[in-house]
């Protein structure tokens, strides 16, 4: 009776949102995992990737099916899948998902487990400018997505352009930016991915009619409904579709020297020297378009060192490397003119065409360009070699700048398409052309590939995307948590700002620490800066200098925290910047909160945004208790509280019952292996049981955790009555060296001095502060052994 009664639930619901009258239907076949679905005007083909992954695509009378998809790698698994023919509507059921298909009016409805996710309204439609798949959507439902733009969390009521865009100088407003992604998800907790590459439009329902729709001017009519138990669930769901980021190298934890630009071998060099005489940690340089020429016009596709300012770049990247510092290049896929490979790239015909097959030529601020047709085996191979040779010069990673293509009118032609139809793409292609190319040099080192424009899937390339050319101003900063959050919702966990802004020549000492602050806590630590302002800490004011290495030295200290949140990425897809409603899904006051953030599981940061903010107002998720990071001061969940606000340091608390390992701050990431590890346990009454785990491997393996080059770290707490009991183990992989460490380990909250402390049974000295409540003992461990810690509380 229970399930008659939702059947006709579900029923209703389909009627009161049917689709296209004019769709009638004809017919159903079943095949592998779904179904075939024939109307008057084409046929619908419905499949299951898995129970929690639908796929429906419409091929209308007259066309023929399209390529494969550039954003799906995901392979359909063999599933149970029921499908029951009745006289009004077809019914495909999983054990997740179930789809319903009524055949007059015709209507498609998506249902997880009972509940009704989304219908199709309109479906498919033709008219005279753009394709559209329409879809009927609930009134109270906020909606994220479409890629990065600043726009609030909740981007319903927009329509944004898909058409990827730098947009120099932005603040607080941006509506369009350089990723745009077909995306969208739901406070509902289930995402639509229209799986297409050419440019249009997602409408997040502009008219204000419950009406969802993409819009585009060709290509295929395919998305993807993904949902989940959980928003972990729907983000590891959907990056299993699209593919997973691989590790990057640990180094990229790490601070970067960057800025526009270094003009010469002895300048990179003396940065560098810099650093490490102010003991400021540093473990990369950038280096912008002067590497390849002395302007910044008329020089872009030379792609080789400039010998009269790098005369020996061998050496140079010799040198850096001695000082643990990699060598990051940037690159564009645009050719001038002017530059001194134009008549090599003609001769070899790398470029892009115009409409009679001549190069495509064009002018945009750089100077007159052609554009590397990186979909012809030509021009693929051409620019593989560039990075190749880079490569074995010792570089070891790029810069993919004006990637959306910056300027690309819409009468170039490649290969594969017109400049409209690969637009949105082009950036996804020339990472995957350079992760390729670093991976056929060598073959076992992680690549680092940062662009500013890609597509859905980019990750699966290694890609690392910023947040493009922002404001070097207080509205710029307060962008960067919400861009940061929905980009890593959508698969693409690494996107990150130039810290400190890039556009203008402001000197604002405050506005640089707080938004340096703020990147301690961001995928990839990176200041960068027009050449009219120092972005380098080494360069600033005594007090911003030395405000902005404390940020740095708690960088390096979270590092054995911040690689586990790499690993928990490159398995499932988690960002590492998590909205609060991850923790309270059913909580509508946290849907378009973005004043605080979860940085991995465990810890929570609320970033300054104000100048002369002397109280932050903070959301704690409920369930939880929190300590502060720097007093250890306890706040209960579930509330919100006015705090007073720190100079040297933005509000950071950590979640009661969370192992916190940190290092001692090393000038570089390369410097901290079998180094004395600083774990900290916050205790509460509260949680009586807690269990984390920390991965760690050489750094640099490509592919170390499934060939067993690893270790993983196991800390578990136990609490009852007076008793609080300490469980080490290590997960040791068959090709790592299990190694001793020592162990400096700090219990919080202890409110009076324990009677005793045991390790494997053997009482212990330990040291007790009164006055901080809290306890430390330091300890050897050989993690080829488990280790017990026992504390005997007082009442």
């Known amino acids: 009776m229970k ?39 084409g046929v619908y083909t419905i499949q299951m990737y898995t129970p929690e992954i639908a796929e429906t695509s419409f091929l209308p009378i007259g066309e023929t099916a399209m390529a494969a998809s550039h954003a799906v790698v995901l392979e359909p698994n063999a599933i149970n899948v029921q499908v029951t023919e009745r006289a009004e509507d077809i019914l495909l059921k999983t054990n997740g998902l179930y789809i319903t298909i009524t055949k007059s009016p015709f209507q498609i409805s998506y249902y997880y487990k009972d509940k009704h996710v989304i219908s199709e309204k309109a479906g498919y439609a033709k008219n005279d400018s753009l394709e559209t798949i329409q879809f009927e959507i609930s009134k109270d439902e906020v909606l994220y997505g479409g890629g990065a733009r600043a726009l609030g969390m909740n981007r319903r009521g927009h329509r944004l352009q898909l058409y990827n865009r730098a947009h120099y100088g932005y603040e607080t407003h941006s509506e369009l930016m350089n990723f745009t992604l077909p995306i969208v998800m739901s406070s509902n907790q289930y995402m639509v991915h229209f799986d297409n590459a050419p440019i249009g439009f997602l409408d997040l329902d502009s008219k204000g009619d419950n009406t969802l729709a993409y819009e585009t001017i060709s290509g295929r009519k395919t998305y993807q409904v993904i949902v989940g138990e959980s928003w ?63 302007d910044i016009k008329g020089t872009m596709g ?56 001549n190069p495509a030529t064009y002018d945009f601020y750089f100077g007159n360009t052609g554009i590397i047709d990186i979909y012809s085996n030509t021009g693929k191979q051409w620019f593989k070699t560039i990075y190749k040779d880079l490569v074995q010069l010792g570089v070891n990673g790029f810069w ?43 073959p076992d080192k992680r690549p680092f590939i940062l662009m500013r424009a890609g597509y859905s899937g980019s990750q699966r390339y290694g890609m690392v995307p910023w947040s493009g050319d922002v404001n070097r101003t207080w509205g710029g900063l307060q962008s960067q948590p919400e861009i940061a959050l929905q980009m890593g919702l959508q698969g693409l966990a690494y996107m990150h700002s130039d810290l400190g802004g890039f556009a203008g020549a402001n000197l604002d000492d405050e506005l640089y620490v707080r938004w340096l602050q703020y990147g301690v806590f961001q995928p990839i630590y990176r200041p960068h800066a027009q050449e009219d302002v120092a972005s380098e800490p080494v360069f600033r004011s005594e007090k911003a200098k030395e405000l902005a290495k404390q940020a740095i030295e ?19 897809g988690t960002p590492l910047m998590r ?46 208790a929190w300590f502060d990071f720097d007093t250890a001061e306890v706040f209960e969940g579930g509330q919100t509280k006015t705090i007073s606000t720190k100079e040297q340091s933005i509000p950071t608390f950590i979640r009661a019952g969370a192992f916190i390992p940190m290092l001692r701050p090393q000038q570089s990431t390369k410097l901290v292996e079998n180094k004395t590890l600083y774990l900290s346990y916050g205790h509460h009454n509260s949680v009586t049981q807690s269990r984390r785990e920390f991965y760690n491997d050489d750094g640099k393996t490509v592919a170390a955790y499934e060939n067993g080059n690893y270790q993983i770290l196991n800390f578990e707490a136990n609490y009852k009555g007076r008793n609080l009991q300490f469980d080490f183990e290590a997960e ?46 330091t300890f050897p461990w050989h993690t080829s052994e488990a280790k017990t810690i026992k504390l005997k509380l007082k009442n």
């Open 3 to 41: 399930h008659y009664i939702t059947y006709i639930f579900l029923l209703v619901t389909a009627l009161l949102t049917s689709q296209n009258a004019d769709r009638k239907f004809i017919s159903v076949n079943e095949i592998s995992n779904g179904l075939e679905v024939h109307v008057n005007d």
């Open 232 to 294: 972990y669930d729907i983000v590891d769901n959907y990056t299993d579709l699209t593919g997973k980021q691989p590790m990057l190298p640990r180094w990229t934890l790490g601070n970067f020297s960057s800025r526009f630009g270094y003009h010469s071998q002895k300048e990179v060099l003396e940065t560098i020297d810099a650093f490490r005489a102010e003991e400021i940690p540093v473990d990369a340089i950038i280096l912008d378009l002067y590497w390849f020429g002395k």
């Open 302 to 357: 030379n792609l080789a060192f400039d010998r009269d300012s790098f005369p020996n770049p061998q050496q140079m990247v010799k040198d850096l490397k001695s000082k643990n510092v990699e060598t990051i290049l940037i690159t564009e896929p645009f050719m001038l003119t002017t530059s001194k490979r134009w008549d090599e790239a003609v001769e070899k015909d790398i470029l892009a065409k115009d409409t009679i097959g």
């Open 400 to 442: 993919g700048d004006l990637g959306e293509p910056e300027v690309l009118p819409s009468w170039v032609k490649f290969e594969a398409g017109t400049a409209d139809e690969v637009h949105n793409i082009y950036g996804h292609d020339w990472a995957k052309l350079v992760y390729e190319s670093s991976l056929e040099v060598s």
């Open 554 to 572: 708690l960088r390096y200290a979270l590092l054995p925290y911040n690689y586990n949140l790499m690993f928990q990425n490159s398995q499932t």
């Open 579 to 624: 909205p609060l409603f991850f923790e309270e899904p059913n909580n509508p006051d946290l849907y378009a909160y973005s004043d605080a953030y979860l940085w991995g599981k465990d810890i929570l940061v609320a970033p300054i945004l104000k100048a002369g903010q002397k109280e932050q107002t903070i959301y704690f998720p409920k369930h939880s």
């Open 732 to 777: 040791t992989g068959k090709m790592f060296t299990a190694k001793s460490r020592s162990i400096d380990f700090t219990i919080h909250n202890i409110s009076k001095r324990p009677k005793y402390v045991k390790i494997d049974e053997k009482k212990v000295e330990f040291f007790y502060s009164e006055a901080l409540k809290n306890l430390i003992v």
